[in-house]
């Protein structure tokens, strides 16, 4: 039930991210099926729209970078794929040529943040090969498959939109 809560705010949150944006003109920007917004204290961008986001299966990324340059990677799973607040053991595969593994937390049992990502990670994410993503969870046979190709632009965009935060 805690996590059907939590899992509810975020998407409210979402959803309300755009509708605040407008208000304040804050920063709103669409990079093919990506759309980055800012407003308050964090630009975030997601490669469906944030409506989607409310209904399941998710099956999305959302990187969030705050005004203070943390950078948050946000992979949706299947609902009820994961343990809720676990560690979770993830490989992302970028263009099938590399391997990068790391350790996230899951919130609620859909999805899986990654804190304080690094630069290196990020550039993995700019460099992947035909702009392809595959992430894998450990103990999960299922696989999401992601089209990164744009990326290198929305980091740019999340960038810009940090600069436009109070």
Same mark, same amino acid.
């Given at each position: 039930? %805690?996590?059907?809560? %939590?899992?509810?705010?975020?998407?409210?949150? *979402?959803?309300?991210?755009?509708?605040?944006?407008?208000?304040?003109?804050?920063?709103?920007? %669409?990079?093919?099926?990506?759309?980055?917004?800012?407003?308050?204290?964090?630009?975030?961008?997601?490669?469906?729209?944030?409506?989607?986001?409310?209904?399941?299966?998710?099956?999305?990324?959302?990187?969030?970078?705050?005004?203070?340059?943390?950078?948050?990677?946000?992979?949706?799973?299947?609902?009820?794929? *994961?343990?809720?607040?676990?560690? #979770?053991?993830?490989?992302?595969?970028?263009?099938? %040529?590399?391997?990068?593994?790391?350790?996230?937390?899951?919130?609620?049992?859909?999805?899986?943040?990654?804190?304080?990502?690094?630069?290196?990670?990020?550039?993995?994410?700019?460099?992947?090969?035909?702009?392809?993503?595959?992430?894998?969870?450990?103990? *999960?046979?299922?696989?999401?498959?992601?089209?990164?190709?744009? #990326?290198?632009?929305?980091?740019?965009?999340?960038?810009?939109?940090?600069?436009?935060?109070?």
């Amino acid at each position: 039930m %805690r996590a059907l809560l %939590r899992m509810t705010a975020l998407a409210v949150a *979402l959803a309300a991210l755009p509708l605040a944006a407008d208000a304040q003109q804050a920063f709103d920007k %669409r990079i093919n099926h990506w759309r980055t917004v800012g407003s308050g204290t964090q630009c975030v961008a997601a490669n469906r729209p944030f409506h989607d986001l409310n209904a399941s299966p998710f099956n999305a990324l959302s990187i969030n970078l705050t005004k203070d340059g943390r950078w948050t990677f946000w992979v949706y799973f299947w609902p009820k794929a *994961l343990k809720a607040d676990a560690d #979770i053991p993830l490989v992302f595969t970028f263009g099938g %040529r590399k391997d990068v593994k790391a350790l996230g937390k899951s919130f609620g049992d859909i999805a899986v943040t990654l804190a304080n990502v690094g630069a290196s990670f990020r550039d993995d994410f700019a460099k992947a090969q035909k702009g392809e993503l595959i992430v894998a969870a450990e103990g *999960l046979t299922t696989q999401l498959h992601f089209d990164i190709a744009d #990326i290198a632009a929305v980091f740019a965009a999340l960038e810009g939109c940090a600069k436009t935060l109070r």
